[in-house]
């Protein structure tokens, strides 16, 4: 079965800077995709950013990309100049396709100002 | 911008109870589903229903769940006897083939 794995409990940025949340995942599947939701205190699942495994080039959204590296089954996402509104709870996902997804057990960041 | 949306956003309830989650996925949406997440923790997969059959369970679904699409619009999820362990944050979700998961904003469920 498929496992995704965020080591970071928790993670502190200061406003305006960069911070990185780790995720590392598990399948023998070739093909699949990736997901960083976001979920703030209102504690809806809201999309940040997906990674299709096909694509050598890391997906990117504003200030939001990740460094996909599909030898190493890692996926981690990069926050650059953070803001307050940043705060919440960041899901890593596994899914495939018509399949449901796998969720890690979330990283909470703190946005300080 | 479609969305997916749940009713009701909370609902207390005596344990034993019967209670019904109800959702309305995105329309052109095959594949739906159900979440739940106990507070602080996890999102955990319940089930998913595709072609108006589930498609996958979790162990969590057990006897005490139904899922049902009763008229081509809302996709409902039914806890025969609520338990005091089923309070949690109860999300539905739908999909195109994509695997991009969009969610609804939940219905918190409190079991007394």
């Known amino acids: 079965a498929q496992t995704v794995t965020q080591s970071q409990p928790e993670m502190s940025v200061q406003e305006a800077e960069t911070v990185t949340l780790s995720c590392t995942y598990d399948t023998s599947e070739s093909d699949y995709y990736l997901f960083w939701y976001k979920q703030p205190p209102s504690r809806q699942m809201i999309l940040v950013i997906r990674?299709?495994?096909?694509?050598?080039q890391n997906a990117t959204e504003n200030r939001f990309s990740v460094n996909f590296q599909k030898a190493a089954k890692s996926f981690s996402l990069k926050i650059s100049d953070s803001q307050l509104g940043d705060a919440a709870m960041y899901f890593c996902?596994?899914?495939?396709?018509?399949?449901?997804?796998?969720f890690g057990a979330g990283t909470i960041l703190r946005v300080k100002s | 911008e479609p969305e997916v949306t749940q009713t009701p956003s909370h609902q207390v309830t005596q344990m034993g109870q019967e209670v019904i989650l109800r959702c309305v996925p995105i329309s052109n949406h095959l594949y739906f589903y159900w979440y739940r997440q106990i507070l602080g923790q996890k999102v955990e997969f319940l089930v998913s229903?595709?072609?108006?059959?589930?498609?996958?369970k979790s162990e969590i679904f057990d006897d005490q769940f139904s899922v049902e699409r009763p008229d081509g619009s809302n996709f409902t999820l039914k806890i025969r006897s609520t338990k005091l362990e089923d309070s949690a944050m109860y999300f539905c979700?739908?999909?195109?083939?994509?695997?991009?998961?969009?969610f609804g904003e939940g219905s918190r469920l409190t079991v007394l």
């Open positions: 979700a739908s999909s195109e083939i994509t695997g991009e998961l969009f």
């Open positions: 990674q299709e495994a096909y694509k050598q």
């Open positions: 229903f595709y072609n108006n059959e589930i498609s996958e």
């Open positions: 996902a596994y899914g495939e396709y018509g399949n449901k997804l796998v």
